[in-house]
């Protein structure tokens, strides 16, 4: 059955719901990444040179960062040593890291042996710095009854910041002990964990490509969701939320993989790939125009040989900015 867990720990009432500054990781050594690839359908092996995957990845990565500073996003870009070409999959930075108000942020343990040597917690927190942003306390999360436990944090675990509720497809890349931890240690309300299996029989590899959850809406691919839990799952994302029901066809355009941010104008942007625009049907994207402006953004080579799109390339900054004197 799925698995519902409350607390009574208050996770900050100050929070955001939606973000209003992302960090990104340029893509410098991008390529298909055979470990990740025996969880992670969503990659597919190209035809093409490494060195062309690699500069059409990095013209995708600038054209990104620049849509999303014009639409009023403040971009972060931490500066990535060239000489580190074990670790294709960069470019998702969300999956190792997450921040909170207070200052605190997060480190999470990936699944996959060259994706831990993406952490870099000494380069983020540095960029961090340059940018007017400040941590005073870092968590390592780890889990001390299982070494092989692993949770990537927002691809894993999709939050609803608002309602402080986190929901979580099980994998080998999101433990259910780890995060029933993490989220009573956060100040989580609510966990809502539930098992899915896909159409070839293997469940989702993270959650954030199977659904998205904004302030007043969520979209959702309820029909991997295991059939004993669907009705949860759908019934809690409900109860304040307009629902946005997707095909698996849909998912694997990315159309799960959105992220919804606030300008800093305060105006709403929910940003997607142009695969995932494409694949919305015109009724779905009049539904979530009520709720922001569309930003659709190609990465289709990020995501084809990847395997995640522009809601795995952006790590939300929710920390607090330095005083000035």
Same mark, same amino acid.
């Given at each position: 059955?799925?698995?519902?867990?409350?607390?009574?720990?208050?996770?900050?009432l100050s929070?955001?719901?939606?973000?209003s500054?992302?960090l990104?990781?340029?893509p410098?050594?991008?390529?298909f990444?055979?470990?990740?690839?025996?969880?992670?359908?969503?990659?597919?092996a190209?035809?093409?040179?490494?060195e062309?995957v690699?500069?059409?990845a990095?013209?995708e990565?600038n054209?990104?960062?620049?849509?999303?500073?014009r639409?009023?996003?403040?971009?972060?870009?931490?500066?990535y040593p060239d000489s580190?070409?074990?670790?294709?999959?960069?470019?998702f930075?969300?999956?190792w890291?997450?921040t909170?108000p +207070?200052g605190?942020?997060?480190?999470?343990?990936m699944?996959?042996p060259?994706?831990?040597l993406?952490v870099?917690?000494?380069r983020?927190m540095?960029?961090?710095?340059r940018?007017?942003?400040d941590?005073?306390?870092v968590?390592?999360?780890?889990?001390h009854?299982?070494?092989?436990a692993f949770?990537?944090?927002t691809g894993?675990?999709?939050?609803?910041?608002?309602?402080?509720?986190?929901?979580?497809?099980?994998?080998?890349r999101?433990?259910?002990?780890?995060?029933t931890e993490?989220?009573a240690?956060?100040?989580?309300r609510q966990?809502?964990?539930?098992?899915?299996?896909?159409?070839?029989g293997?469940?989702?590899y993270?959650t954030?490509?199977?659904?998205a959850v904004?302030?007043?809406?969520?979209?959702v691919?309820?029909?991997?969701?295991e059939?004993?839990?669907?009705?949860?799952?759908?019934?809690?994302?409900?109860e304040?939320?307009?629902?946005? +029901?997707?095909?698996e066809?849909q998912m694997?355009?990315?159309?799960?993989?959105?992220?919804?941010?606030?300008?800093?104008?305060?105006?709403s942007?929910?940003?997607?790939s142009l695969s995932?625009?494409s694949?919305?049907?015109?009724?779905?994207k009049?539904?979530?125009?009520?709720?922001?402006k569309?930003?659709p953004?190609?990465v289709?080579?990020i995501e084809?040989?990847?395997?995640?799109?522009?809601?795995c390339?952006?790590?939300?900054?929710?920390l607090?900015?330095?005083?000035t004197?």
């Amino acid at each position: 059955m799925a698995f519902l867990a409350s607390y009574d720990t208050q996770y900050p009432l100050s929070h955001p719901h939606a973000a209003s500054a992302v960090l990104m990781v340029p893509p410098l050594h991008f390529k298909f990444n055979a470990q990740t690839s025996e969880d992670n359908g969503f990659q597919h092996a190209p035809s093409l040179p490494d060195e062309e995957v690699k500069t059409r990845a990095m013209a995708e990565f600038n054209n990104m960062v620049m849509i999303l500073r014009r639409h009023g996003i403040d971009v972060v870009v931490m500066e990535y040593p060239d000489s580190d070409p074990a670790t294709p999959d960069a470019v998702f930075p969300n999956n190792w890291f997450s921040t909170l108000p +207070s200052g605190e942020l997060y480190l999470y343990p990936m699944a996959c042996p060259n994706r831990q040597l993406e952490v870099k917690p000494e380069r983020l927190m540095a960029a961090l710095d340059r940018a007017g942003y400040d941590v005073n306390h870092v968590h390592k999360v780890k889990c001390h009854d299982k070494e092989e436990a692993f949770l990537e944090s927002t691809g894993a675990m999709v939050i609803d910041h608002l309602n402080q509720r986190v929901y979580a497809a099980l994998s080998h890349r999101c433990d259910s002990i780890l995060l029933t931890e993490w989220a009573a240690k956060v100040g989580m309300r609510q966990v809502v964990s539930f098992n899915t299996e896909m159409s070839d029989g293997n469940p989702v590899y993270h959650t954030n490509v199977m659904m998205a959850v904004g302030e007043a809406f969520a979209v959702v691919c309820d029909e991997v969701i295991e059939a004993g839990q669907r009705d949860l799952v759908c019934n809690t994302l409900s109860e304040d939320k307009t629902l946005v +029901s997707i095909s698996e066809s849909q998912m694997n355009q990315l159309c799960g993989n959105i992220l919804q941010l606030r300008n800093r104008h305060g105006e709403s942007v929910i940003v997607m790939s142009l695969s995932a625009y494409s694949a919305f049907t015109e009724a779905q994207k009049r539904t979530l125009r009520q709720f922001g402006k569309l930003v659709p953004i190609d990465v289709t080579t990020i995501e084809t040989i990847g395997g995640g799109s522009v809601r795995c390339m952006m790590g939300e900054i929710f920390l607090p900015r330095q005083h000035t004197s």
